[in-house]
């Protein structure tokens, strides 16, 4: 049985003050019975504030991003131990704003992806095909290559305490979903080839979904058997569709058990 996981990636967004509301009543809402993981992830500034807030709490937090170097002579960037020393358990590698906008490639995300479980952290490791990559069937051979980039630098082994999260470019922020089953298929495709080599890792690894989603399709999403939850954006800064999305996904662990 796969623990569900509910991830908020706030992106460039939020304040003191806004931060504190939306923790406060997250973790409000939040039962502690619900068997889920429940994860956060500010920007940067704001992580040894929140690392304080959450403290003993049921939601853990993780990071944006990552640099892959341990440190030194690298002006305006953040290290994994230096995540790790304010409180950070998880990290959000290769998300497709990193890789579009900010021209990171396969071989750098792999070096983020080793970076933080150098450190003892969970890296979140963000897949995902753009819309014209999607219309011309290319999927499959896109996720593929992001997640043999990975493997092939540090082996099946190092998926053992990671996160991969499959977000469609075309999904995010868009209000455009894809289906349960469009997700079903490439997480299960995903799976199968981790499990190729590595059964026990494969069959284990939680694949969340990624790309608007709401609490009104979250339910049909979690539904799927290869989706073990979601990577969440724009609705992650509401406390109550956050919640609506935990429920769901606490209501799928409930049924599976
Ligand atoms: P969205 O973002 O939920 O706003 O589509 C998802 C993400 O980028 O992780």
């Given amino acids: 049985m796969r623990r569900p996981v509910v991830a908020g990636n ?19 809402g939040l039962k502690a019975e619900w068997p889920i993981d429940v994860l956060v992830f500010p920007p940067y500034v704001y992580l040894a504030d929140a690392a304080r807030m959450l403290e003993g709490g049921q939601i853990g937090l993780g990071a944006q991003d990552v640099c892959a170097e ?27 704003e990193r890789r579009r906008l900010f ?10 992806f080793a970076a933080a479980l150098q450190v003892g952290m969970t890296p979140v490791l963000c897949v995902g095909e753009t819309l014209q990559e999607h219309e011309a069937h290319q999927t499959e051979d896109v996720v593929a290559r992001q997640l043999d980039a990975v493997m092939a630098m540090h082996g099946a082994a190092s998926f053992a ?9 075309w999904a995010i922020g868009t209000g455009r979903t894809a289906t349960p089953q469009q997700a079903q298929t490439v997480h299960a495709y995903l799976r199968s ?39 969440v954006g724009g609705a992650s800064l509401s406390a109550d569709e956050f919640q609506q999305i935990c429920a769901a996904a606490a209501l799928r662990a409930a049924v599976r058990h």
């Fill in 193 to 231: 080839r981790i499990a190729a080599q590595d059964a026990n890792i494969g069959r284990h690894l939680r694949i969340l979904y990624g790309g608007s989603v709401k609490g009104v399709n979250a339910g049909e999403l979690f539904a799927m058997p290869d989706v073990d939850g979601g990577l």
């Fill in 161 to 169: 305490d990671a996160i991969v999260a499959y977000e469609p470019v």
């Fill in 70 to 96: 341990g440190g030194g002579a690298f002006t305006g960037q953040v290290s994994a131990a230096m995540l790790k020393d304010v409180g950070c358990r998880y990290v959000i590698v290769g998300h497709s």
């Fill in 103 to 112: 021209h990171e490639d396969d071989a750098l995300v792999s070096r983020k």
């Fill in 10 to 28: 706030w992106k460039m967004h939020g304040s003191r003050s806004a931060n504190h509301a939306l923790l406060t009543d997250l973790e409000r």
